[in-house]
């Protein structure tokens, strides 16, 4: 097993190649960053469900259904872009948060008071680094 040097970035192309292989379901190795990121992409309706599984000493899997038009077959995701890298990290304070398609995405954004959305660190007045756009 290869230790992968950007988990995020890693967790986004698995969800991108799953949404562009027409998957309905995606396995992740998890961590606590990638359950809070999944709980908000639930939140917000880009995907349909998911599944933390847990297994002793070790990390555990995160399932993910994905949500795909019934009619069309498109799916909920139109787009998920890494903002923040290892190599480069950006940050946002408070005042400078960045607005994703005009509000119609989100951006998930680490902060103090954990990983939120673009909107909810508006309302709170916290910055932070942002870890991705979602669209």
């Not at 230790?3 to 190649?17: C, E, F, G, W």
């Amino acid at each position: 097993m290869s230790k992968v040097s950007d988990p995020i970035a890693d967790y986004l192309t698995r969800v991108r190649n799953a949404i562009l292989a027409k998957h309905r379901v995606v396995d992740i190795p998890a961590s606590s960053i990638k359950k809070e990121m999944t709980k908000i992409l639930m939140d917000k309706g880009y995907i349909l469900n998911f599944k933390f599984e847990e297994e002793q000493g070790y990390q555990g899997n995160i399932k993910i259904a994905l949500k795909y038009n019934p009619e069309t077959k498109v799916s909920a995701i139109k787009g998920l872009k890494r903002i923040s890298k290892p190599g480069l990290r950006q940050y946002c304070n408070g005042d400078n948060i960045p607005r994703v398609l005009n509000g119609l995405g989100i951006a998930i954004i680490s902060t103090s008071k954990g990983v939120i959305t673009d909107k909810e660190a508006r309302e709170q007045n916290v910055g932070g680094e942002v870890l991705c756009y979602v669209y």
